[in-house]
C-alpha cells in the first residue's frame, strides 16, 4: 500500500500551475473613530465591494440562543428603506447585499456597479444602523434564514464542517452552526433580537474593506459608513462546557445526501505562523493529489458544495484547520477514502528530495485565483489586518510561499498530519 501510495504522492510534486500575478497596489488604511478602514483602489474592476467586519458573531450568543446573530443580520437586509427591504433595494439597483457569521464576527458585504455604488451603500448604511424590528421585518428575516439552513442541510460538505468546527473551537458558542438551528431560529421574538443589536453592534473592531474604482463612492462615503454605528466595545458570552470523557474522534451524521462523505480535519497554523506558507503548499499538494486519486483532475475549479475531493485551509478562523473530502460517489468510495487518510499519513513520514518550485507555482495559482473576485479580495485584507496585523494579504502570502523548502513542507506535515477528526455524512436508511 506504501509503495503505491509513493508513486501517486512523488509525480504529483512535478505538476505545474501557471501564476497570475496580481498587478493591485497593497491596501491602504487610514482610521475613523477607531473604525479600521482598507482601501484597494483599482480603477479596472467592473464592481466595487464594500466590506463591514463587526464583533457581534457566534461567540456573542449563549448556548440557547443559537442563531441569534444571523437572525439579527437578517433582520438588517430585510430592513424597509424606502419601502423596500435593503436587500431587494439594492437589488433593484443592480448591486447585492450579504451577510456571513464567523466564529467572532458578522460581516456585511455590499457590491454594486461603480456607477450605482454611491446609492447603494447609503441603503446598506441606513439598514445597518437603523434596523427594523417589527413584526413584518422579523418574520421575512426568519424565513430567510430558515430557507438558508435548509439549502445548507442538502451539503453534505457544510454539514460536515458544522460537526467539525464544534469540535475545534476555544469556546462552545463559537463551535454553533453559523446560522442556528431551526428550532431556536424559529422562537426569537423581536425583542430578543433588538436587545442583541443594540448590545453587540458597536463600532469598537470593526473593520471597513473596499475594493474597486472607490473615488465614485465620494471622499466621506467609507467614513460615513464605519461610524454609522454607537461608539465602545464589546466582550464574548462566557461559556463553561464541560470536557467529555471519550476516545472517539469519529462524528457520524445521516442526510439526504446520495452518496457518503469523509471529511477529516487536522489542526493548522495561523496567518501570523512560519508555517503558513508551507501550509499552503501542502494544501495544495492535497488537492491535487486527491484529484488523481479520484481520478477527476477538473475538480479544483469547482465549487465546495460540488466538489468531488478537495482541501480546505480555513486560515480565517481563531482556530485554524486543514480540511479533506471525499464524495463517496466518485468510483470505490472505500478506496477513495482510505487513501486520503494514507496519503497524509506517508506524506509525514516520506523524505522528499528535489525542487518543489513547481508545487509552490500552484499553491500562488490557487491562492490568486481564490483571491480574484472584489469581494474576496476585500474580505482577505480584513482577515489579514485581525490576524496578521497588516491587510496586504498578496504579497504575504506569495512571500510565505516562495520561501518554503521541501523540508518545511514535511515538517508542516509531520507536525500537523496527526489522528484526524472525522465527520462521516451518511445517506439515510430507505425503507
Known sequence: MRLRLAAILLPALCVAAPLAASAAAAPAVTFVDGVQIITQQDAAAPLVDVTFVLRAGLDRQS???????????????????????ADAAIAGDGGSFRFTVDPSDVRFSVEAL??????????????IAHPTFDTGTLERARAMLLARIANDQQLALHVGLDMLSGTRAATANEGLPANGIPGSVAQFDAATV???????????????????????LGADALGTFATSLPAG???????TVPKLDGTSRQLVAHRDVAAPWLIAQYGAPTIGSKDFGAMLVLSAFMQRTLADIAQVPGVINQTLASGAVGAIYQYDRPQPSLTLYVNGGIGDPNRAFTTALSVASILAQTKLHGSIDQFKAAAEADFVD??????????????????????????????????????????VAKTYLGEPTIALVLPRAKG
Open 233 to 239: 466595545s464589546t466582550r464574548a458570552v462566557a461559556v
Open 194 to 216: 433588538a436587545r442583541f443589536y443594540h448590545a453587540y453592534y458597536r463600532r469598537g473592531g470593526a473593520i471597513v474593506s473596499a475594493v474597486g474604482p472607490l473615488d465614485t
Open 63 to 85: 448556548m440557547k440562543q443559537s442563531g441569534l446573530a444571523a437572525l439579527a443580520a437578517a433582520v438588517i437586509l430585510k430592513t424597509p428603506v424606502d419601502g423596500a427591504p
Open 114 to 127: 461603480p456607477s450605482d455604488a454611491a446609492t447603494v451603500l447609503g441603503i446598506a448604511r441606513r439598514a
Open 370 to 411: 481564490a483571491a480574484s473576485s472584489v469581494s474576496t479580495r476585500a474580505w482577505l485584507a480584513a482577515v489579514f489586518a485581525q490576524r496578521g496585523g497588516s491587510p496586504d494579504y498578496v504579497s504575504r502570502t506569495l512571500d510565505a510561499i516562495q520561501a518554503t523548502s521541501a523540508a518545511d513542507l514535511q515538517r
